[in-house]
């Protein structure tokens, strides 16, 4: 398996523009989450699903943020509309069974708004 | 929900010392206490792990402690290397998995 595959690696883009993060998880990994990472914050669970459910949306920082899991191989971070705290890189990491096995990362997406 | 604390924020060693992060967790229901490596531009990637059952575990130059009384765990780097510089999380995971606010270690040569 290749890993879990983020897209894009690099995004700049300007402030009130939607912005799309996408991810493919490790094959037969049930639990999918996304993280977002900042000097001030770490690494903040924002949200994660189990079998392609959303179960705990949390950490979401408000309404601009939406996520989606139409299938089991592919999930969508959305920002819309940007702002230039949402400056960040994203992390999405996948998980067999996360009460007793590593969950893997992908590679980021590191976003700038301007 | 779990929150983490993890300290120190920052470590700098001398190549040859030893090296240990520490951590408190608040939810008594976390069962996981894996501990990740961060290179700088990269993701971060498991070094080593203990399940609630074990108190301690070891991996060559590398060990981890789990007090589940105290609700906090360690990490314990032996003969650190110059390699050895990165950011180190330590994580709880109930599931979900939550992190630490991360430790930059610095091994000088």
Not at chain 1, 87 to 97: G, T
Not at chain 2, 43 to 72: M, W, Y
């Given at each position: 398996d290749a890993g879990v595959i983020q897209s894009p690696r690099h995004e700049v883009t300007e402030m009130g523009q939607e912005v799309t993060l996408r991810c493919k998880p490790i094959s037969g990994h049930d639990y999918l989450f996304w993280y977002r990472q900042t000097m001030m914050r770490g690494l903040e669970l924002l949200i994660y699903f189990n079998n392609n459910v959303p179960i705990d949306d949390s950490g979401m920082p408000e309404d601009r943020f939406s996520a989606k899991m139409p299938n089991a191989s592919f999930s969508t971070l959305k920002i819309q509309p940007s702002e230039p705290?949402?400056?960040?890189?994203?992390?999405?990491?996948?998980?067999?069974?996360?009460?007793?096995?590593?969950?893997?990362?992908?590679?980021?997406?590191?976003?700038?708004?301007? | 929900g779990e929150n983490v604390e993890q300290h120190p924020s920052t470590l700098s060693v001398q190549e040859g010392d030893s090296a240990v992060i520490k951590c408190t967790y608040?939810?008594?229901?976390?069962?996981?206490?894996?501990?990740?490596?961060?290179?700088?531009?990269?993701?971060?990637?498991?070094?080593?792990?203990?399940?609630?059952?074990?108190?301690?575990?070891?991996?060559?130059?590398?060990?981890?402690?789990?007090?589940?009384?105290?609700?906090?765990f360690s990490l314990h780097i032996t003969e650190t290397q110059p390699e050895d510089s990165a950011v180190y999380f330590c994580a709880a995971s109930e599931p979900p998995m939550r992190f630490g606010a991360g430790t930059r270690l610095t091994v000088k040569p």
């Open positions: 705290r949402d400056s960040a890189v994203y992390f999405c990491a996948s998980s067999l069974r996360p009460w007793d096995t590593e969950a893997f990362f992908g590679q980021g997406t590191r976003l700038t708004v301007v | 608040s939810d008594s229901a976390s069962n996981y206490f894996p501990w990740y490596k961060q290179e700088l531009g990269k993701r971060p990637q498991l070094i080593i792990d203990i399940r609630s059952n074990v108190g301690e575990k070891k991996d060559q130059r590398i060990a981890v402690t789990l007090n589940k009384t105290a609700k906090h």
